[in-house]
Structure formats: C-alpha cells, structure tokens
C-alpha cells in the first residue's frame, strides 16, 4: 500500500488589520511595526493554502474529497473575509493580526474538522507576494 499523499487547496479572501501590541506605547508599536501600527490599520488580499496528507482511499482514489476541504476552508474564510481582523475576530483580541498568527488561527480553525485519517500539513498564508508566513503546527 503506497504511503501518505499531501494534497493542497488554495483560496483567498480579503481583510484588514492593524499591527499593534495592546501592552506597548504608540510610539514603540511604531518602532515595530512602523506604517502598518497606524490607528485606521490597512489591508490585503490574502491568499491561503491548506496542505492535508492521508492514505489515498482505495475506492475513491481521494486523500478526502475537495468539496469537503474547500466547505471547511470556506468555513473558516467566513470568519476573516472582509472583517477587521483586531476588531471583528476574537482570536485576534489578545495577539497582534500579524501573517504567522493569520497561519495559526487557520491550522487551529481547520485541524478538528478534518475526516479521520486526514491531518493537516502545512498553512501557508500570502499577505503580499513578497511577506509569506508558512506553519507546520
């Protein structure tokens, strides 16, 4: 029997967020963070790819079936997409809204929902083509 196979979905959503330690000044939120600490915040076009592994199932020939994977990952979408992450998602209340937590809060949101024998992988989240977070839980 051939062994584990990893299968990735990408989607995308849109969000805003403000870069901002509750605990710290203005001023040292802006030595960190600089423009992206600004009170008003800004955003981006977020794209997200959620890697899952599993035995490929005899029958069907599917590690789990996309329309599952892409539910799940809708479900979790819903509660970003076009919302002020620091303001509107509680996960983001008490940590900054920063690419590396946007990995986790998906890992955290998606790892439970799986069917059994299909584990999560690997998040990766694109904040910009160019400031790319990855997390392996």
């Known amino acids: 029997m051939p062994g584990e196979v990893l299968l990735t979905r990408v989607e995308q959503?849109?969000?805003?967020?403000?870069?901002?330690?509750?605990?710290?000044?203005?001023?040292?939120?802006?030595?960190?963070?600089?423009?992206?600490?600004?009170?008003?915040?800004?955003?981006?076009?977020y794209k997200v790819e959620v890697r899952v592994k599993g035995k490929v199932d005899a029958q069907t020939?599917?590690?789990?079936?996309l329309a599952i994977l892409k539910r799940e990952i809708q479900s979790v979408?819903?509660?970003v997409d076009h919302?002020?992450?620091?303001?509107?998602?509680p996960f983001f209340a008490d940590r900054p809204s920063t690419v590396?937590?946007?990995?986790?809060?998906?890992w955290?949101?998606?790892?439970?929902?799986?069917?059994?024998?299909?584990?999560?992988?690997?998040?990766?989240?694109?904040?910009?083509?160019?400031n790319v977070a990855a997390y392996k839980g």
């Not at 955290?108 to 299909?118: D, K, S």
Request: glycine content about 6%.
């Open 13 to 45: 959503f849109s969000a805003a967020h403000r870069l901002f330690v509750k605990s710290l000044s203005d001023e040292e939120n802006f030595k960190i963070f600089n423009k992206c600490s600004w009170e008003n915040g800004h955003g981006h076009n």
């Open 61 to 65: 020939g599917m590690v789990i079936d």
């Open 77 to 79: 979408i819903e509660q």
């Open 83 to 89: 919302k002020f992450l620091d303001k509107d998602v």
């Open 100 to 106: 590396e937590n946007i990995c986790i809060f998906f």
């Open 108 to 130: 955290e949101q998606l790892e439970t929902r799986l069917p059994g024998g299909v584990r999560m992988n690997k998040v990766k989240v694109y904040e910009t083509d160019k």
